[in-house]
């Protein structure tokens, strides 16, 4: 199977290779020997940091910070695997971000569902999904049996991922989140983005964060950014024996 696995930044790309190629430890020596790594350039200037271990191709790219970056350079990537006659079987939103309990410090968290939280209108009852307007759709929600299967190999907490377009820094705004949505573990700004990209080329999408910082008060001091890399790192490290027991989309 082709899995894109797209992040916001280099950093989080270079976790997402570094766990992938750390899974030859526990692979036989013939696959092992398999194992290979590549840079394959897409449209819009991007390249995509390619790592097969049969019988997985897990092809990796830093998109930009937002969900329309994320959404339009997961787009062109999809794109042009299709074009290609190289189709994917699975996109994965990936990276670090922000925890709300019971998500702490240096765990993962596993998107059930990925949720737009802030997509919608203020009004003078409160806050108003899009979909209460009318319009749209604000979750996607990943294939269940693929998201048991990743939680127990990783270790994830499960639970809704918030995407936002602007990362919360109150008290206040995270106690209305969490009142807004009462399953939230994890708040990023990417997945949504990557989920409707996905859904458009219909195939099947994950969000996995690392946590790196609480929501709620801006305090960089807090901020764990290392470690939520490792874990990262080690998350996607245990995600291809996950992905090789899941029975994914016939492409």
């Known amino acids: 199977m082709r899995v894109l696995v797209v992040t916001a930044v280099p950093a989080e790309r270079d976790a997402v290779v570094r766990g992938v190629v750390s899974a030859t430890e526990t ?25 097969v271990r049969p019988p997985l191709t897990v092809d ?13 350079a997961t787009a062109t990537a999809l794109t042009a695997a299709e074009l290609g006659h190289t189709p994917y079987g699975l996109v994965v939103s990936a990276g670090i971000g922000g ?17 737009a ?12 999904a899009v ?24 270790g994830a907490v499960r639970g809704a991922v918030l995407t936002v377009s602007t ?31 996905a859904a458009a080329h219909g195939v099947p999408v994950l969000e996995l ?8 008060p801006r305090d960089r001091a807090a901020w764990r950014i290392g470690e939520a890399l490792d874990a990262l790192a080690s998350a996607f490290r245990h995600l291809p024996p996950a992905l090789a027991t899941w029975k994914g989309p016939s492409r």
């Open 27 to 51: 692979a036989t020596e013939a696959e092992a020997a398999e194992t290979a790594e590549a840079r394959v350039s897409v449209p819009g200037g991007r390249t995509l940091h390619r790592v």
């Open 131 to 154: 979909t209460e307007l009318g319009f749209g759709t604000v979750e996607h929600l990943p294939p269940p049996a693929l998201v048991r299967a990743v939680a127990e190999a990783t």
């Open 99 to 115: 925890g709300f309990a019971p998500a702490p410090l240096g765990s993962v968290v596993v998107g059930e569902p990925i949720v």
């Open 60 to 72: 990796a790219l830093d998109a930009g910070v937002g969900p329309a970056a994320a959404a339009a």
């Open 167 to 197: 990362v919360t820094g109150s008290a206040e705004r995270a106690a209305e989140l969490r009142r807004r949505h009462p399953g939230a573990a994890a708040e990023a700004m990417e997945g949504f983005g990557v989920a409707e990209a």
């Open 209 to 216: 964060r690392a946590i790196s910082n609480a929501v709620g």
């Open 117 to 128: 939280a802030d997509l919608g209108a203020e009004t003078p009852d409160g806050f108003a």
